[in-house]
């Protein structure tokens, strides 16, 4: 099936700092990504969906500014917590789909630590 | 906001029972699929059934969907131990582009 991967699997960073996670369709080209927000012991919560070559479409209450996402190609999405605070630590899950838009393929998830 | 919302949130069970995990969901739909999570990993894609299907089955998974009631149950026969894990059912909107909604989750444990 459909590979999708994410860089990193884990990172921690200090308050105040920007960090960039990326999300690669490794055996397909994916016209359109999704990221998704986890808390613990929670459920996945749909932040932005992007086409390739254009402005993230992001859910009510998903600030844009803050959480930048660029889809340059037909790989690669990434998604950018920008001035990162405590309350942004949670898990990232990137999915990605092609032709069939039906069909996500999820990659293995970031884990976001902000001290 | 979440359109999906699941039922029991936890369920525990013994190996060889068989589990059972109902979603609720509220707008029209295209399809709904369930996920498996295991703690602090990421989704593994169970079964899509499509708005215009009633049951599906994929070996000891069994889903069905009543679009008139907007639910669906998964159904795991004969469980083992290694089904532990949290279960997600999740709506694509109709005409909404692929999108997924997820619902709040079961959390299964299989005691061996």
């Known amino acids: 099936g459909a590979v999708v991967s994410q860089h990193p699997s884990w990172v921690i960073c200090k308050s105040g700092t920007s960090v960039k996670i990326e999300c690669r369709s490794l055996d397909f080209q994916a016209t359109t990504m999704f990221w998704y927000r986890q808390f613990p012991k929670q459920s996945l919560m749909l932040m932005a969906t992007?086409?390739?070559?254009?402005?993230?479409?992001?859910e009510q209450g998903v600030e844009k500014d803050k959480f930048l996402i660029n889809h340059a190609s037909l790989t690669l999405s990434t998604l950018t917590v920008t001035s990162a605070h405590p309350e942004d630590s949670s898990f990232y899950i990137c999915?990605?789909?092609?032709?069939?838009?039906?069909?996500?393929?999820f990659g293995p998830g970031t884990r976001l630590t902000v001290l | 906001s979440q359109q999906g919302e699941e039922d029991p949130q936890a369920l525990s069970i013994q190996e060889g029972e068989n589990a059972t995990m109902n979603c609720s969901y509220k707008t029209s739909i295209n399809n709904l699929q369930w996920y498996r999570q295991n703690s602090g990993r990421g989704l593994v894609h169970l079964i899509l059934?499509?708005?215009?299907?009633r049951e599906k089955h994929s070996g000891r998974l069994r889903v069905t969907l009543d679009t008139s009631k907007k639910s669906s149950s998964l159904l795991i026969t004969a469980s083992r131990a290694a089904d532990t894990a949290s279960y997600f059912c999740?709506?694509?909107?109709?005409?909404?582009?692929?999108?997924?909604?997820f619902g709040q989750g079961t959390e299964l444990s299989v005691k061996p």
């Open positions: 999915s990605a789909s092609g032709l069939a838009v039906n069909e996500q393929f």
């Open positions: 059934i499509r708005s215009n299907e």
């Open positions: 992007s086409n390739e070559g254009s402005k993230a479409t992001y």
């Open positions: 999740a709506t694509g909107p109709y005409n909404q582009g692929g999108k997924l909604i």
